[in-house]
């Protein structure tokens, strides 16, 4: 039976919904240090899983990689993504102990966000392009936004546009630095964006 409402408004129902990522379902961890990389979208998948093969190869970490996988990263646990409920958050998180969180794109999850900042895990957002609560968290409390991006240590834009985007929405201007697309390895040499930006308009007569 629903719960009655409170205030004009049908609360959800308390019965505990099944695990998405449950422990019938969780790989086990692979020793030593982890890092954990998430792609909410196939766009910035293969950029990060890129900039992952690189911790792997030349810091020697542990890859955990939730989200759509192009299955380009050699090594890596594959996993979904924990449920944006706390239960199964801290059971995630229990069982990977990530020493380094990096998110992609800008999608942000409040309830993730607060519980990995209560543990002091160091959490990054990268090829960041605008700051918004993940789909169906857009009608949560006023300052949630805010709220959600200070606990990122720093955040990679891919241009100024999108630096402003994320100084508008709460983020502090020390942590955001524009460094441009992740890039999937190639020929081409890398690059900071913001001074192939610059070079760019140096050359444009």
Known sequence: MSPPPLF????PSLRPRPAAGGEALRAPRPPGRLIWLHAPGPDPAPGLEELGRRLAEEDGFALLLTGPAT???AGAVVQPAPEENP???RA???HWQPELVVFADGGLRPSLLQ???ARHLPLMLVEARSPRLIKGRDRWFSGQLRKSLAAFSHIAVIDESAAAEFRK???AAQVISVTGR????SAALPCVEAERAALARGLAA
Request: charged share 30%; hydrophobic share 55%.
């Open 8 to 11: 004009g408004l049908a609360l």
């Open 71 to 73: 299955g380009l990263l």
């Open 87 to 89: 239960a199964e958050l």
């Open 92 to 94: 995630f998180l229990d």
């Open 115 to 117: 519980e990995a900042r």
């Open 169 to 171: 929405a709460g983020a």
């Open 182 to 185: 992740l890039e999937e390895r």
